[in-house]
Every structure is written in C-alpha cells, then in structure tokens.
C-alpha cells in the first residue's frame, strides 16, 4: 500500500452516462497525476496538478473529461458522456516536488472503468 | 518520437537466477528514469529511479543501469523469488522530473520454482 487511495476501485457503467473518480494522495504530497492503462500497454499521462493548479493536460484528455484538485489534497476526474473507448484503468499517482523531495511519484491501485 | 521501448516482452527464469530487463529510450533529452512493478490488479510500484548524471544505482536485490551513450536502461533483479513475478515498465521524463512520465509496454517476469 503506497498511501494513495482511489475509489471506486470499479466502475460500471452504460454509454453516454458521466463518472466521477476520487484520489486521495499521500497526504504531504503536492502533485498529483492522472494516467490512463489498457491492457497490455503502461500508463498514459493524462494531467497533474501541483497544490490546486492543474499545471499540465495531455492532448489524450479530451473536452469530456475534466480534472480537479480544489483545496490541493484530493483530487477527482469526471467522465462526460462515456464512450466505449474510455473503458480502461484510470491510475492516480502523488508526488512531493521541491527542495526536499524526491519527485517519485506513487501510485495508487486504480479504478477499473468499463463502458457498456 | 518520444518514446519509452522494451526489448522483451516477456522473460522466463527460475527462482534464484539473476534476471536482467532491459529498456531503450529515444529522447536523448531525458534526465530521470524509473522502473516499476506492476502485479495484476494493482497500480504500477516503485521499484527505483535513476537520473541522468549517473550510470548506476543500487537497491535492495535490484540495480539500475543507464547507458546514455546508447540510451539504453537495464533493471537487473537478483536471486529472482517467485514474488517477483510481475510485468515491469521503464519509465523517463523528457523534462524535470515531477512532471508526466513516458512508459513502455512493459516486459512481463515469470518465476518458476
């Protein structure tokens, strides 16, 4: 367990309805990071965050999808209008950036997306 | 491109063996490289990093090689234990590090006792 928790850890849902995810970092940790996994691929960037400014956005995130982290700790992912594509697991990963980290950034188990 | 590679996409040893995974990078700009561990089911573990003013790092059981010359990173695992059984992804940041990790596709470890 790295301390990063995520929930729910599996979400069913039919197309064209909207998710949310939540990610909760390791608590000191200023970063946060969003990537998406399919199967048999590693993970794809998709935003991160330091504190409460989204400081960075993959071209993979389409206009559906949106990111944030309002006070700095945990943060969420909304899903608009799914579409079969999107099914995958979507990981979270928190780091502690500045002059007394490491910038490693751990991972959380995922939540496992499937669109019906 | 901009991309991380794997050699192997699969490496079967017997427990106690040295296993070596090996990664080549393409973004002669990159300056900190990770490995992870990832069990089925679960998020990708850090196993450990490396940056780019270095040539090798040491950690409990596993070593981390990078050979810029070549842009080639190698995680070599000792007395490999049947708990290592996992698929492994090299990862690099193009930029600082603390910002997106690129990752490869991963190479997936089979121990047999």
């Known amino acids: 367990d790295t301390g990063v928790s995520q929930n729910p850890r599996h979400k069913i849902t039919k197309r064209g309805q909207n998710v949310t995810f939540r990610c909760d970092p390791i608590?000191?940790?200023?970063?946060l990071y969003w990537y998406r996994q399919t199967l048999g691929q590693g993970p794809e960037f998709l935003t991160y965050?330091?504190?409460?400014?989204?400081?960075?956005k993959s071209r993979l995130l389409s206009d559906r999808f949106s990111a944030e982290r309002p006070k700095g700790s945990f943060s969420t992912l909304e899903i608009q209008r799914t579409e079969q594509g999107d099914s995958a697991m979507y990981l979270c990963?928190?780091?502690?950036?500045?002059?007394?980290?490491?910038?490693?950034?751990?991972f959380g188990p995922g939540t496992r997306l499937t669109v019906l | 491109g901009e991309s991380v590679g794997l050699h192997l996409p699969t490496l079967s040893v017997q427990e106690g063996d040295n296993s070596i995974i090996n990664c080549a990078y393409s973004?002669?700009?990159?300056?900190?490289f990770i490995w992870y561990k990832q069990e089925s089911g679960k998020g990708p573990q850090f196993i450990i990093d490396?940056?780019?003013?270095?040539d090798k790092r040491q950690g409990q059981r596993v070593t981390v090689l990078l050979n810029k010359t070549v842009k080639h990173l190698s995680l070599q695992i000792a007395a490999t234990q049947p708990g290592d059984s996992a698929v492994y992804f090299c990862?690099?940041?193009?930029?600082?590090?603390?910002?997106?990790?690129?990752f490869g596709k991963g190479t997936t470890l089979s121990v047999s006792s």
């Open positions: 990963a928190s780091s502690l950036h500045g002059l007394a980290g490491s910038d490693t950034q751990y």
């Open positions: 608590s000191e940790h200023n970063r």
């Open positions: 965050f330091q504190n409460e400014a989204q400081l960075e």
């Open positions: 973004n002669s700009a990159s300056d900190y």
């Open positions: 490396i940056r780019s003013n270095m």
């Open positions: 990862a690099e940041t193009p930029r600082q590090a603390g910002t997106a990790l690129i």
